[in-house]
């Protein structure tokens, strides 16, 4: 993304294609100007087309070898019309002249230097507002978005193309493309296909968001009724196919919803009549309701969809023919970024291009500009709230939140209004009583002071309050490989995946605030469990960390409950067992019953499980080998883990550690008696030198000369006291003249430090 002193583009994010998605808070309008672009006076208002004048230029080629240009031409203007021709949105679009050049494979490639295109159809070509190309071979789309894009098998969903490239910093559209796709346009129902997708195409142009409306319908209880008022800007399609099968019951026009979302964006008022001729004014000629969902502690509540039907005449039914809907908190911010994964997108455009974070208007819903049902002059009115479909993220996102869909909190509520007539104004502001309490339940830190982890290694929070994030600290020792585990829960505590998306990342104690993390994840939900988030790490060194929990979106509301857990290992006692292994103790937190201990990859026999120890009877040494071993705690469900690991020289020993060290303390020396025993004593320490180091196995061996050890062999094994000594006895043997020195060499049994004693025959005697 680049920025000027007017306009902002974005080249080539093919926003139908989902190739990228620059979007806002929606849910009624695509895009809401935001903060860190657009101008400060114009901050969350819907970004649309200047004074709802749209200008067009048609390609001078033909669309097909069957749909010339005139016809194509026919086509876009039918398309338009349905649109301009809504009676109370101030809108008008209009066939402005061709394009200079017809626009095909030879002039718009994607070649060694990039792509190149015509200039006139480039985003800075605002003096050509809307340019429409007819791409007669599907050279234009493959150049655009990669070989086979074009393909005809696909025409549902690559028939037309819409690219929105340039903003101006007053909230509007500066330049966009429609790309109709002519291998698509092969027979009649095709063509047919191809109009639709046309309407839809110039919807999205014109800055409406997908709607939901009577998507109850899918996939089972389908009803005419409900199909008759299936919005014309549905996200994803669930009757039409590549085939050119009919993609709307009844007519093929935009639909109440569609329309009164129109009139939301365009409103005719007493200012603008004048520009239109014939048209009405939106307020006095439609119903208004608008209000504010709250939490119970008074939080907005983003991304409820809020739906109004009329009631069929003399009941309490609602007319599924006529709905509308808005999603809350549609101005609002829907993904301001974190400190975890950043706040600008992966082209490194700021998140907070689009969308207001104005408290006031996290909640808030618009459904003005509804048209009553046709022939009649009043009509009662139920308002129902329901949550966003939760497969609606990314390009098919409805409302504000693209990278996820937010279950609403509490009970939703069923209003009726009754004797509604064009221009009633409706305020209809609903908290949700039992919605998610505002308490955090233990607690967390903020990132200039973080709370310590609790002492079990779990914690129960909130990410409660927009952009809240969770922060605490643990002191590490070096050597140790972690696991962080965060899971959304839901009211009743249970699991979920439709509330908070939390991400994690790890600091050392002593980066400075604000500063990226360490470590993180760079997606939530990337465990096997239900909505768990995992992060594992290994610290080099003793220290402190900084954690964070935060959701991804940078989102923050009190029904964000989560459940937090570190699982760490933090030493083991006792340090040393011998061979054949032994009981342990491995002191941590975030132990859960049902973990599994290793030690140097075999399983361990866990006695017992507590938050913040574990007992367990280490296994035999494999193949009766010594030293350092990992010892590892891991969780089978979240697949968490905690290693000590052996390089630490902390971890668990078989016999003696690589850190221990060995002493003489008394050596026989110089000229000794023959044949007479001599005490030959050793200390094993640990790794401060100090410590003693007991239950290691230190061998004697007669290496050089004639002496004899007290075991009667030549290599012996002495196991270390509690105070670590171990002695051992020996003595100079009686031999022929010529006798030569006898050299005994004492070791830890794993060959890890060797010390010399000499014995010398004295050959006095």
Not at 426 to 451: H, L, R
């Amino acid at each position: 993304m680049f920025f000027r002193s007017q306009t902002i583009s974005w080249l080539l994010c093919f926003l139908i294609s989902g190739l990228c998605s620059p979007r806002a808070a929606a849910g009624g309008p695509r895009w809401v100007a935001g903060g860190s672009y657009f101008d400060p006076t114009v901050v969350g208002r819907p970004v649309v087309w200047t004074r709802g004048i749209l200008r067009y230029y048609t390609d001078l080629g033909d669309l097909s070898a069957t749909v010339s240009q005139a016809q194509a031409n026919a086509m876009v203007s039918a398309a338009a019309a349905l649109w301009s021709g809504i009676p109370t949105a101030a809108l008008a679009i209009e066939a402005a002249g061709s394009l200079a050049e017809d626009v095909n494979g030879s002039n718009f490639l994607n070649g060694p230097g990039g792509l190149a295109m015509p200039s006139d159809v480039q985003s800075s070509a605002i003096g050509v507002p809307l340019a429409i190309i007819y791409d007669a071979d599907g050279a234009v789309l493959d150049a655009l978005q990669g070989e086979g894009a074009s393909d005809p098998n696909s025409c549902n969903l690559n028939g037309v193309t819409t690219l929105v490239d340039n903003f101006s910093t007053n909230a509007t559209i500066a330049h966009a493309l429609i790309l109709i796709n002519g291998r698509c346009a092969s027979d009649q129902a095709h063509i047919a296909l191809l109009q639709y997708e046309l309407l839809r195409g110039f919807g999205r142009i014109l800055g409406l968001d997908w709607s939901q409306a009577n998507d109850q319908m899918f996939p089972g209880s389908t009803t005419p009724d409900g199909l008759l008022g299936w919005p014309l800007m549905h996200p994803v399609e669930k009757l039409c196919n590549s085939n050119g099968n009919p993609c709307m019951t009844g007519t093929i026009a935009p639909r109440t919803d569609d329309i009164a979302a129109l009139n939301r964006l365009y409103p005719v008022t007493e200012g603008n009549i004048g520009n239109f001729p014939g048209k009405l004014v939106t307020a006095a000629a439609t119903i208004s309701i608008q209000g504010t969902i709250h939490f119970r502690n008074g939080q907005g509540m983003q991304g409820v969809n809020v739906v109004a039907r009329p009631l069929v005449s003399g009941t309490d039914v609602p007319d599924m023919r006529y709905p509308a809907s808005a999603v809350s908190g549609h101005l609002f911010n829907g993904n301001a970024g974190n400190s975890i994964t950043g706040r600008s997108d992966g082209l490194g455009r700021p998140l907070r291009v689009f969308g207001t974070d104005a408290a006031t208007l996290e909640g808030w819903y618009d459904l003005s500009g509804i048209p009553l049902p046709p022939g009649n002059s009043r009509a009662d009115y139920q308002i129902s709230f329901e949550p966003v479909n939760p497969l609606y993220t990314g390009s098919e996102s409805v409302g504000p939140y693209a990278l996820g869909q937010v279950a609403p909190s509490g009970t939703m509520t069923t209003v009726i209004l009754r004797e509604l007539t064009a221009g009633s104004a409706v305020i209809q502001n609903e908290t949700i009583a039992d919605s998610a309490e505002d308490s955090n339940s233990g607690g967390d830190g903020v990132e200039f002071s973080p709370i310590e982890v609790p002492i079990t290694g779990e914690w129960l929070a909130r990410i409660s309050g927009y952009a809240h994030q969770s922060w605490l600290r643990w002191h590490v020792r070096g050597g140790r490989q972690l696991t962080v585990e965060a899971q959304p829960l839901q009211e009743e505590g249970l699991e979920t995946a439709d509330k908070a998306r939390i991400v994690a990342g790890v600091w050392n104690g002593d980066d400075a605030v604000g500063v990226s993390p360490d470590v993180s994840t760079p997606d939530p939900f990337n465990a096997v469990v239900t909505g768990l988030t995992t992060l594992s790490f290994e610290s080099g060194n003793d220290g402190e960390i900084r954690i964070a929990l935060a959701d991804q979106r940078g989102d923050g509301r009190p029904d964000y409950l989560y459940r937090g857990r570190m699982l760490y290992a933090d030493a083991i006692t006792p340090r040393r067992v011998g061979i054949r292994g032994g009981p342990i103790v491995i002191d941590g937190v975030g132990f859960r019953p049902g973990s599994i201990v290793t030690v140097g990859g075999i399983a361990a026999q866990v006695t017992s499980i507590a938050p913040m120890e574990i007992s367990a009877i280490a296994p035999a040494s494999s193949g009766g080998q010594t030293g350092n071993v990992d010892v590892t705690v891991t969780d089978p469900v979240t697949r968490g883990w905690a290693t000590i690991e052996a390089a630490s020289g902390t971890s668990l020993s078989y016999e003696a550690a690589m850190s221990d060290q060995i002493s003489i303390v008394t050596a026989p020396a110089n000229a000794v008696p023959v044949g007479v025993p001599l005490a030959f004593t050793v200390k094993t320490l640990a790794a401060n030198g100090v410590a003693p180091a007991p239950g290691i196995s230190v061998a004697y061996t007669v290496t050089q000369g004639d002496a004899s050890l007290g075991c009667g062999q030549t290599t012996c094994t002495v196991i270390t006291r509690g105070d670590g000594l171990a002695t051992m006895t020996v003595a100079a043997s009686s031999t022929a003249q010529g006798c030569r020195d006898g050299v005994i060499n004492q070791q830890l049994s794993r060959g890890s430090a060797v010390f010399w004693g000499n014995v010398s025959s004295d050959r006095s005697g």
